[in-house]
């Protein structure tokens, strides 16, 4: 039995292919953490069990049973159990698109949505997110798509805000977004921190600084962030996860397992099993 069955930890995060733009998690986690990343897209989590307590730029907070928590794109964020039996809870993460499309059809927002707060009590939504998985699981389209687009256009009404824009000027912030430029381009065999900063014009502390600053992770913590979102993306057309890790600069697929777990929730092999399930015509 693994160390995951063990602790009574059970995870799926998947795609309906009939639900636009969206993904879903559904788990329960005892022991493992998430550690800092971000998504280009939103979390909309709704806690049906235990605690949950995400760490966020501005502090950590605790949801509990019927609390929602709201996570905009980029936002750097972790994730714990704050009790000792974990916690349990129903995840969508709807993308950019969708979230704009829902705001421009049903509210006044100018520019691009944002959720307020991180997190709020309302039990309501809470069901109806996870009413949005079981519409899923059943295959019951019309269902999972409506009730998404009801979370979504509740949420912004009652917490929606323009997102806030991260400004950092100056040499840090030209010197971030180089830095951030070559680790993107030489992602599978990147420099040092001290070879990274002389190519972009500072120090290895400045540079450590102005990123963090910008992107709220360190270089080093941003790139693992990176592989994780580009190996997905190799999963999700097939790539069989030992090559996804050489791709993306892993030195194995172990080294890719463990980062890849806490970030997505899941092991590689499984979302990319999800993943074929779900693709048209299987």
Known sequence: MSDRAAAGEWARHWRYEELPDTELLRARYVRHTFSRHSHDGYVLAAVTGGVETVGLPDGAVSVVPGGVVMINPEVPHTARAGAPEGWAYDTLYPS???????????????????????????????????????????????????????????????????????????????????????????????????????????????????????????????????????????????????????????????????HFRRIVGVPPGAYRRERLAAAPGR
């Open 96 to 258: 950019r698109e969708l979230v704009a499309a829902v705001a421009r059809e049903t509210t006044t927002l100018r520019g691009t949505a944002a959720f307020a707060v991180p997190a709020v009590r309302d039990g309501e939504t809470c069901a109806l997110i996870s009413a949005v998985h079981r519409a899923a699981e059943e295959g019951n389209a019309l269902a999972a798509d409506s009730l998404l687009r009801e979370v979504v256009q509740r949420l912004l009404h009652r917490h929606g805000g323009p997102l806030p824009v991260r400004t950092v000027r100056g040499a840090g912030a030209r010197n971030a977004a180089a830095a951030r430029e070559v680790l993107e381009s030489r992602m599978a065999e990147p420099p040092s921190l001290e070879e990274l900063a002389a190519e972009v014009g500072t120090s290895p502390f400045a540079l450590t600084r102005a990123f963090g600053a910008r992107y709220g992770m360190p270089p080093h913590a941003w790139l693992t962030d990176a592989r994780i979102r580009r190996a997905r993306g190799l999963l999700d057309v097939g790539v069989r996860p030992a090559e996804a890790a050489a791709a993306v600069g892993f030195t194995d697929q172990a080294h890719l397992g463990r």
